[in-house]
């Protein structure tokens, strides 16, 4: 059972522009939703975290947009460059504890 | 300051031989926590710390893992009779308690024959 499911797996943007990456969890006891950034062989860096108190975060060029009637929640990268080609995973848990990752986006940000 | 390292970084067995997986969280961490990444997957949660007790195991695919910690120090993930399967790269985490932020190591990327 897939309980955060990610989309699209691979998305290419040019420099510059907006890159979105959406996530739609089934548990409605998750209260924390954090997503991580990973380049090749590197573990998965922490960007950018929301609770469901909030519908929007921004940090820097990160926003995350969070939907709690409908379970879903979205990257947005604004003026993407290609130093953000990466793999993007969502995650969820409750209470920050047990994380349950989405499956990944890998980001192509072209010069 | 160092963030968690893991070791070895790559390791390559035989089938049915045993693995032992090492990881060293930040200093003062209390939590500790092992992932599992398969090939183009999300990570998979396999067990969780407090300080050297492990209150929650139910991501441990099977008897044959199991993992142990010393103090608030030094985990070790072991892999009996390893299977093909068992190929992966396995992640460990670290937060200064239970509810903040967790931060991953490189992992070991960890072949079976």
């Known amino acids: 059972q897939q309980q955060v499911k990610q989309s699209p797996q691979s998305l290419i943007v040019q420099k510059g522009g907006i890159s979105i990456i959406n996530c739609a969890y089934e548990n409605t006891a998750f209260d924390y939703f954090p997503w991580y950034q990973q380049f090749p062989g590197k573990g998965p860096a922490l960007l950018i975290a929301?609770?469901?108190?909030?519908s929007e975060k921004k940090e820097g060029r990160f926003t995350i947009s969070f939907n709690k009637s409908a379970k879903q929640f979205s990257l947005h990268i604004m003026d993407s460059q290609p130093g953000d080609s990466a793999t993007y995973f969502c995650a969820a848990s409750k209470s920050n504890y047990k994380l349950t990752f989405g499956k990944g986006t890998l980001l192509t940000v072209n010069p | 300051g160092a963030g968690v390292s893991q070791s070895p970084s790559n390791k390559v067995t035989e089938k049915g031989k045993d693995v032992e997986l090492r990881c060293d969280p930040i200093s003062g961490h209390t939590a500790l926590y092992w992932y599992r990444q398969r090939l183009g997957q999300g990570l998979e949660f396999l067990i969780y710390f407090q300080g050297n007790s492990a209150p929650d195991k139910s991501g441990l695919p099977s008897d044959r893992f199991s993992a142990e910690r010393t103090g608030e120090s030094v985990s070790t993930l072991t892999i009996q009779r390893t299977q093909q399967e068992d190929s992966a790269v396995y992640l460990c985490?670290?937060?200064?308690?239970?509810?903040?932020?967790?931060?991953f190591g490189d992992g070991t990327r960890l072949s079976i024959l």
């Open positions: 985490a670290s937060s200064h308690d239970r509810d903040q932020p967790q931060h």
């Open positions: 929301i609770r469901p108190d909030v």
